[in-house]
């Protein structure tokens, strides 16, 4: 079972199925609007059995199954927050289940695409968070294991993963 944190059109969910064969995915947003695409998309694609959309926000999300896998994009979680957020994945994560943190867009080698970027999270209600911030966020709510991920990619979104123990 699959954990998407503020899933918006559910296109990481319908992903996570086409790259997981066995995989269900259960994806949460508070945001009525993109729920509604994201249900079009799911039905679009026949994924209706395997994706399950919640409006709801990570704090308020509860369930009694358990995840092997969650992913959080810190950039869309309130900073305020964000430490109850990843506190709340933990609690939902089976024994052994990974989180991905996705942190910080912009590449630190263009200052001002860093700045512009950190500007756009912050007034979009995201967290402004780089690996190193993440990396400390895991590990102070108990996740083993926690690093970031070698980029192979271009893109500039950085992955910090842990595992609960």
């Known amino acids: 079972r699959i954990l998407d944190v503020g899933t918006g059109v559910a296109?990481?969910?319908?992903?996570?199925?086409?790259?997981?064969?066995?995989?269900?995915?259960?994806?949460?947003?508070?945001?009525?609007?993109?729920l509604e695409l994201a249900r079009s998309n799911v039905g679009e694609a026949g994924l209706e059995s395997?994706?399950?959309?919640?409006?709801?926000?990570?704090?308020?999300?509860e369930d009694t199954e358990g995840f092997d896998l969650a992913w959080l994009?810190?950039?869309?979680?309130?900073?305020?927050?964000?430490?109850?957020?990843?506190?709340?994945?933990?609690?939902l994560l089976r024994?052994?289940?990974?989180?991905?943190?996705?942190?910080?867009?912009?590449?630190?080698?263009?200052?001002?695409?860093?700045a512009t970027d950190d500007l756009m999270t912050v007034r979009s209600g995201g967290s402004v968070l780089d690996?190193?911030?993440?990396?400390?966020?895991?590990e102070a709510n108990a996740f083993?294991?926690?690093?970031?991920?070698?980029?192979?990619?271009n893109p500039p979104l950085r992955f910090v993963v842990g595992t609960r123990a």
């Open 11 to 34: 296109g990481l969910a319908m992903a996570f199925c086409r790259v997981v064969p066995d995989a269900t995915v259960v994806g949460l947003d508070p945001w009525p609007p993109a």
């Open 50 to 61: 395997r994706v399950t959309l919640v409006e709801t926000t990570i704090q308020d999300f």
């Open 73 to 91: 994009p810190s950039f869309f979680v309130l900073e305020a927050v964000l430490d109850d957020a990843v506190r709340r994945v933990r609690e």
């Open 95 to 114: 024994p052994g289940g990974r989180i991905v943190v996705g942190a910080r867009y912009a590449d630190e080698s263009d200052p001002i695409a860093w």
């Open 131 to 138: 690996p190193a911030g993440a990396i400390e966020e895991l």
């Open 144 to 153: 083993e294991d926690v690093h970031e991920v070698a980029r192979t990619w």
